[in-house]
């Protein structure tokens, strides 16, 4: 089993910056892709940002593009989502995910997801 830890959530004005942080742990073989979604009040959950093994390859959601920025640590299984000039249509509760190489009897790819983080921005 992979378990995903977030942190980082909190309350900012707009303007403002926050960091989010999330920690894989568990049986790992490797962690193709690492990605970040959130889940706006009412709405469904979106893909913000995602990096690619390697650390090369990133998306991102045309809507935090040059605002928010994806970074992982292949060694410590870690990435971070740093999001400036945040805007109270940021506000949401933010989700890591990870496609992980794991394994029990044999190896497979699965995702798994956090527990999510509130990320609150006031006007």
């Known amino acids: 089993q992979v378990q995903l830890v977030e942190s980082g959530g909190g309350l900012v004005q707009a303007g403002g910056s926050l960091r989010l942080s999330c920690a894989a742990s568990?049986?790992?073989?490797?962690?193709?892709?690492m990605g970040w979604y959130r889940q706006p009040p009412g709405k469904q959950r979106e893909l913000v940002a995602a990096i690619f093994v390697g650390g090369s390859t990133t998306n991102y959601a045309d809507s935090v593009k040059g605002r928010f920025t994806i970074s992982r640590d292949n060694s410590k299984n870690t990435w971070d989502l740093q999001m400036n000039s945040l805007k109270p249509e940021d506000t949401a509760v933010y989700y890591c995910?990870?496609?992980?190489?794991?394994?029990?009897?044999?190896?497979?790819?699965?995702?798994?997801w956090g527990q999510g983080t509130q990320v609150t921005v006031s006007s």
């Open positions: 568990g049986n790992i073989v490797k962690i193709n892709v």
């Open positions: 995910n990870a496609d992980v190489l794991t394994y029990s009897v044999s190896q497979y790819t699965a995702r798994f």
